[in-house]
């Protein structure tokens, strides 16, 4: 077999590359994969590019090494490609949400494994104007926490950057006013809101039950709406979220559709919308929709989603 290995070299794990030298020569060694081709990434838009132009049969599978956004380039790719060429993961970020709810192996002997199975699943894919997202799109609350957040500080307190970050920025968050007009043919409703969560997956942000009714081959995605509350409020919906219970706290909306279209309704503060880790370019708004079954993922014999 021929393999591509697309590599964020910027991603948080420090000792990832021990980790791929061991995983490359077994790869070799043991006869599994003939023919490795490495390509780093330098700068944004490099993988989604690279992997952009495969050809069907130009390589047997890709390996996506980085965190959540390299996952989104190489998945962006793909799907443009229309290559079908299947995809392997090795979670190299800080928080690789995709990787932790497929159970992928991340460990060298476990990776090589799963290749020489070569056991693939179909998955869907969520899709945000003319771009793609692999595992969820969120908007509002701390939505932009990942680009405070100094690199150095995430490689060396991984997920805890993100939850320092997230305590000192809490304040100002709640003081924003947000109205947003939602379209589905299972909810529409205009209202005052804190986040708003499009999921592919159950994993979101380190909580694995998120979106607790979630599959990534159900054909559906999962809408979690958290309309405006107060300070005080929020130890209870996080008590709840803990135990994936948030669902029926009657501060959110939770649904499955198909396709959404949300709006702003004023622009008294500019909304970040990130899908995989990368900011959306576009402003409102945002139609999402459900690609059934537009990427063939590596899986362990395991994984049973």
Known sequence: MKALFVINPSSGKQNIESTLQEIMSTLILDQITSTIDVFYTKKKDDAKNRVACLKAGEYDYVVAVGGDGTLNEVSNGLVTSKSHTPLAI???????????????????????EMIKDFSTKLVDIGRVNNEYFINVLAGGLLTDIAYKVPKDKKAVLGKMAYYLEGAKELPKQFAKHMVLNYDAKEFSETTETMVFLVANSKSVGGFGDAAPLASVSDGYLDVMILKKIDFLTAPDLLFKLMQGAHPNHPSIEYFQTKEITIDQTSD????????????????????????????????SRSNDD
Do not use: R
């Open 90 to 112: 090795i979670s190299a970020g800080t928080v690789n949400d995709f990787a932790t709810y497929m159970k992928l192996p991340q460990d060298a002997a476990g990776f090589c």
């Open 268 to 299: 008294e503060h500019e909304i970040a919308i990130d899908y995989d880790g990368e900011i959306l370019s576009e402003g409102f708004p945002v139609h999402i929709s459900i690609v059934p079954e537009a990427l063939n993922i590596l899986v």
